[in-house]
């Protein structure tokens, strides 16, 4: 499986190569504002790090969909089931790579982001000093800076764990338009309403689930992981089951 | 060796594969015969799993076709289906890693043959040179079933010559081959059975000597008599 998921990774590289040259000019338009004094660098960089890690995250799952979508519709499907592998595996090594993409651009993201506020301190000359300098952007940008950092890196894990499960709604969908959908008319169309409609479901379920309720922000979103994990889980089981059965390509 | 028990293969209202029997056995050839859209692509899909019956079972070795099988059949498909970033030898690494029975020397070998560098990239080579690179990465494992869809398509005369030897370089006791064309004189020189497939269903699996010795046809004379004008109905 390990070999499979060094072919998912070459599969996306190059857009994986944009996003770090993209990182790399937000960065050194950063660095240039913290250590030349440049305040608009230093607003920029933060500005272009801040969409690269957003949208860059939210791509890598797109474009690992995307490729799924190909990988069945195209002959180079042949690529991958012509291999002894069953399907789970070659499921499995597809949201594995992805899930892992995501969640390493989101540790790359944010201890740069770490890494950029201590090199901030070190030049700018205290935390205090930094601190005010990024509430003022923020307020240039009407955001409101006043949170912790455990909280903000807790609701990041929440939110790529919540992202996941979308792909993973997503690997869904596209197998049952390959599969149980195939050949009929509007077959695009049927499962990307399965999609929006499963979406909702869960997030329907998420909303009335007591241990999603509580008070604790800490609870919450642990609790919000360990659901969007385990739903994950389910729906690659079924979407693999569906794919071992039914998949022709 | 390889057991296909009432195969039918469906696409909606469509019949690719209609309840076909049919036992492959090892150290012979067999050549796939019919005209487009008669199912020997699908059949061949179905055998080597990329494609799953609507009904019927494909045994190999007694067990259902699947990851393990998958192990020792090689399927040519006659459709280009690699990778558009890959190189020649990105193709042959790729092989490598997934199949135990790829042989990286084998595959420069043949590569070497039919002139074919490492370095080319995959999405600008010519149909002929896709054809040959599909061979190549093809023989270069050591395989017990080998299933090839349409192998000499594209590909000039002396070149054809080339990859016939390539092909038939793997024949052994415990091997077996399938191959299709529509090149039926080219294949009657090779083939030690014919299987004849017409509107989706198996019209004739036989002993090409046999046809010869019985019916005092060639397999071009049973071609023609099969597909040509007033040929056998379905």
């Known amino acids: ?249 | 060796m390889l057991e296909c028990k009432e195969v039918t293969k469906k696409y909606g209202r469509k019949t690719a594969v209609d309840h076909v029997s049919l036992n492959l056995e090892p150290g012979r050839v067999y050549a796939m015969l019919g005209p487009n859209g008669s199912g020997k692509t699908t059949l061949m899909k179905m055998v080597v799993g990329l494609v799953k019956p609507t009904s019927g079972e494909i045994l190999y070795n007694g067990q259902p076709v699947g990851v393990e099988s998958r192990r020792d059949i090689a399927y040519m498909s006659t459709e280009p289906y690699f990778y558009s970033w890959m190189t020649v030898k990105d193709v042959g690494k790729y092989y490598q890693d997934f199949f135990e029975d790829f042989s990286m020397e084998r595959y420069e070998r043949i590569l070497n043959q039919m002139d074919l560098t490492m370095d080319l990239k995959s999405k600008t080579l010519s149909s002929g040179m896709m054809a040959k690179l599909k061979i190549a990465v093809t023989m270069a494992r050591r395989a017990k079933i080998y299933l090839l869809d349409e192998p000499l398509n594209g590909i000039d005369l002396l070149a054809r010559d080339e990859i016939v030897r390539c092909v038939l370089d793997v024949i052994a006791p415990d091997v077996t081959l399938m191959v299709s064309s529509h090149l039926v004189d080219e294949l009657e020189k090779v083939a030690d059975v014919a299987v004849f497939m017409k509107e989706s269903h198996l019209v004739m699996a036989c002993g090409i000597e046999q046809m010869r010795e019985e019916k005092g046809k060639s397999v071009v004379d049973m071609y023609r008599e099969i597909y040509g004008h007033g040929g056998i109905e379905q």
């Open chain 1, 1 to 249: 499986m390990i070999k499979l998921m060094k072919y998912e990774f070459r599969k996306n590289l190059f857009s994986k190569i944009i996003l770090l040259i993209l990182t790399a000019v937000g960065e050194a338009a950063y660095l240039a504002g913290v250590f030349l004094k440049w305040e608009d660098g230093f607003g920029i960089g933060m500005i272009v790090l801040s969409l690269c890690s957003i949208f860059g995250i939210m791509y890598m799952g797109m474009e690992g969909l995307i490729t799924f979508h190909r990988d069945l519709n195209t002959k180079q499907s042949y690529m991958l089931f012509l291999t002894p592998h069953s399907s789970y595996q070659i499921l499995g090594a597809k949201v594995v790579e992805n899930g892992l993409t995501i969640f390493l651009t989101g540790i790359f993201y944010a201890l740069l982001g770490l890494l950029d506020f201590t090199v901030a301190v070190l030049y700018i000359g205290g935390v205090e000093q930094l601190l005010s300098i990024i509430k003022d952007i923020g307020a240039e940008f009407s955001i409101n800076m006043n949170v912790r950092f455990e909280e903000i890196l807790l609701v990041i894990l929440a939110l790529l764990a919540g992202w996941i499960m979308t792909l993973a709604m997503g690997y869904l969908a596209i197998v049952l338009c390959a599969t149980v959908l195939a050949g009929k008319r509007l077959s695009g169309l049927i499962s990307f309403v399965i999609f929006l409609v499963l979406n909702w479901c869960v997030n329907l379920a998420f909303n009335h689930l007591p241990i999603l309720d509580v008070d604790s922000l800490l609870i919450r979103n642990w609790a919000t992981i360990g659901c969007a994990f385990a739903v994950s889980l389910v729906l690659y089981l079924i979407t693999g089951w569906i794919m071992e059965r039914k998949l022709s390509v």
